[in-house]
């Protein structure tokens, strides 16, 4: 669909991305790999190959698929135990498997439709689950830019380590003017002259100096790449080892959904367009089947290089493809061009990268919407932050769903008076001085009738009508809102109705849903509450209470 609508226009855009992006895709598949386990090529392996795939079958226009760090723990978890050999090019085929693996589930979620997941990723989740993500990148990249070496583990420890780093005088001067040199071209490049790629000048720029000055033996470098085309990989692996990877694969399938499903519905709200999550959960499997095939491993949608593709001007998924062959130009003409690229500069892009995650001003406005959505929010950016990232969206989940619960628990429930200045019945606390009918009791209870709320609706009801000023002859219940009704809540109704029939009083129910009226119906109540006990509209059941009430006439 995206060919076939292509613009020419966007033909400049989309390339100048991927070559942009070329400076962090080369750099980061390598040390994600590493951190694997995996031989630093796997990485580039893992990188070209998914985004061509992608770019034919999947749904978002920039979303930027590759090794990424959430992974590298777990990849390494799986496979490194299994190649007992210590031989890289075993554990290199143990990935490509686990990667099939992944990819085959994420393929079978999609054809059944799972990708229905990403629906419970609400706004107030993705807000913080992006901004976790940001600080959970930046944080990592500190230690490459300041030339510095830390060993903890988690977001708090590496801060903690960090910070004694810089206090005890352990930082790189060399290292670190180079990478904050870099972030200095970057930012400066996008303030002053956001025309110009100040990625792409920042990375040349380090490649030059390195080289001309010497630096390759004085600070930390990205290094030079292997030579050779990506080659399927998966084979000498047994059905025993596939068996002990099935389970591993399922739990990196969840996170790899979940973290792209995020990026991919939130880079797609920016431009104005949609996403569907069981398209994308097929088109992230494919991906990672064809990388398993050749020479990759398990790979998701990268929260770092996607929006430099955004920030260059990624106008479709031609920017990954460009990327993709300029990282295969690479491999094959100029290998030893990354011996000269700084890890510092490297670092000072990928702060860059993740910058644009953050956002501040929308946490401010979700305080003042709602403290409820800012809780959530917060759960979710100090859930994913400190514990990790399919952690920390499965607590902000389950959170959301005690907030729903919550809600309709303890709905809003009115009175419902007559003004003077509109026509209509409206809420008795927004207007005060609005006139109750003698005889008749209007509410309204703003959710479904559940278990959890059935006897709060009857004792509400009840409260009414014992408050009343008048002797109360009807209950009418406006019941537009109810859009749910279960057993329990039916027998609330029950004894609801006994109780005000034993005090003479007439229960009805004015626009409530048919399928809900079928549910009573369904549960044997269509004796008790027949046709005569609901009107179409709220109007309709007080004209008929004063009909059958003379001495409740519309003037009195």
Known sequence: MTARGYRREWLRADVTAGLVLTALLIPAGMGYAEAAGLPAYAGLYATIVPLLAYALVGPSKILVLGPDSSLAPLIAAAVLPLAVTGDPDEALA???????????????GGFLNLGFVTELLSKPIRLGY????????????????LGISVDASGVLGEIAEIGQAVVGGEVDPLAAAVGIGSLAVIVGFRVWLPAVPGVLVAV???????????????????????????????????????????GPAAGIALIAFADSGVLSRTFAARHGEDVNGSTEMKAIGVANVAGGLFGGFPISASGSRTPVAEQSGARTQLAGVVGALAVLLFVLVAPGVTAYLPDATLGAVVIVAATALVDVRGMVRMWRMSTVEFGLAAAAFLGVALVGVLQGILVAIGLSFVAVVAQAWQPYRTELVETTDRPGFHDVVRHPSGDRIPGLVLVRFDAP???????????????????????????????????????????????????????????????MKGPVKDRLIRFGLGERFDATHFYPTVEAAVSDFRARSPGHSADS
């Open 94 to 108: 143990l990935a490509g498997v686990l990667a099939v693996l992944v990819g085959l589930i994420l393929l079978v």
């Open 130 to 145: 992006l901004n976790a993500i940001a600080l959970i990148v930046v944080v990592g990249q500190l230690p490459k830019l």
């Open 204 to 246: 040349v720029g380090a490649i030059v100096l390195s080289a001309s000055a010497g630096l390759t033996d004085d600070i930390g470098m990205v290094g030079a790449l292997p030579k050779g085309l990506p080659l399927p990989t998966v084979g000498g692996v047994d059905w025993q080892d596939v068996g002990h990877l099935i």
């Open 449 to 511: 009738l559940f278990f959890a709320n059935g006897q709060i609706f009857d004792e509400y009801v009840r409260s009414v009508v014992a408050k009343a000023p008048t002797p109360v002859e009807w209950v009418v219940v406006a019941a537009e809102p109810i859009t749910g009704l279960d057993t329990t809540a039916v027998d609330e109704l029950v004894d609801l109705d006994t109780y005000l029939e034993g005090n003479g009083i007439r229960l009805a129910f004015a626009e």
